[in-house]
């Protein structure tokens, strides 16, 4: 069995993730992290909030000792990291909420995780979900791959790619298995399937 921290999973994108994950990984056990923020809402759950796989924990990424104790107590052995201040707008309003949050709370986050499993990386996981805008504004024709150079134009996306920075260096400089999603706006139907399915085909 694996123990699978989700993080931001009664926001938009991580309730689904949530579901599918308990939907598709029968033998795994997901405990869902989230501060309940404005964003965040566990009516979105409401349907699976008993299952015997799944365990909800009202905690903030910005905590690092918390996290250290969340990942002894779970024993954590792969992590999808959705939780984020996610909102352009609120990002021009509130700079240094994106900075707590989808900096220090990612760099938490990959510490806890660093520490936890210092002595054995085997059928770990770190899986940052990011945002395409970390490469900045696309031309009418153009389209970004994986070797397109960072640009941010706002906060948000700033504070998103400097965790996606964090999360490279982790990989660098400990051998934190990490991937990376730059995925793009997520809306309707597909909005689960373009971040995760690496995530899907690496866990199956
Ligand atoms: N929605 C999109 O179109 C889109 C596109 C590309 C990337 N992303 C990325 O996907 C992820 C999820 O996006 P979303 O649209 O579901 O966001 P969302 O704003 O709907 O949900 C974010 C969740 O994170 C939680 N959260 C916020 N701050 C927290 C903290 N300090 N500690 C713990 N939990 C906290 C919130 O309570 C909420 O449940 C984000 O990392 C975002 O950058 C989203």
């Known amino acids: 069995m694996r123990n699978i921290l989700i993080t931001g999973g009664a926001g938009f994108i991580g309730s689904h993730v949530v579901r599918l994950f308990l939907e598709i990984f029968k033998n795994d056990k997901v405990i869902n992290l989230d501060a309940l923020t404005y964003a965040g809402n566990l009516e979105n759950l409401r349907d699976i909030e008993n299952h015997p796989n799944y365990l909800f924990v009202h905690q903030d990424i910005s905590d690092l000792e918390n996290l250290r104790q969340l990942f002894k107590k779970y024993e954590i052995s792969h992590v999808v990291h959705l939780a984020a201040e996610s909102h352009v707008d609120r990002s021009i309003e509130e700079p240094l909420e994106f900075v707590n949050t989808n900096v220090i709370g990612t760099v938490n986050l990959l510490q806890a995780a660093k520490e936890y499993w210092v002595d054995n990386f085997d059928d770990k996981l ?4 990011s945002t395409d805008e ?9 389209f970004f791959d994986e070797d397109t150079a960072y640009d941010p134009r706002s906060p948000y996306s700033a504070s998103k790619a400097s965790s996606d920075h964090f999360v490279r260096a982790y990989y660098h400089t400990y051998g934190l298995p990490i991937i990376i999603s730059n995925c793009s706006k997520s809306v309707g139907k597909t909005f689960v399937h373009v971040p995760i399915d690496s995530l899907f085909n690496e866990l199956a």
């Open 126 to 129: 770190f899986y940052h979900v």
């Open 134 to 142: 970390v490469y900045g504004s696309l031309s009418d024709t153009g």
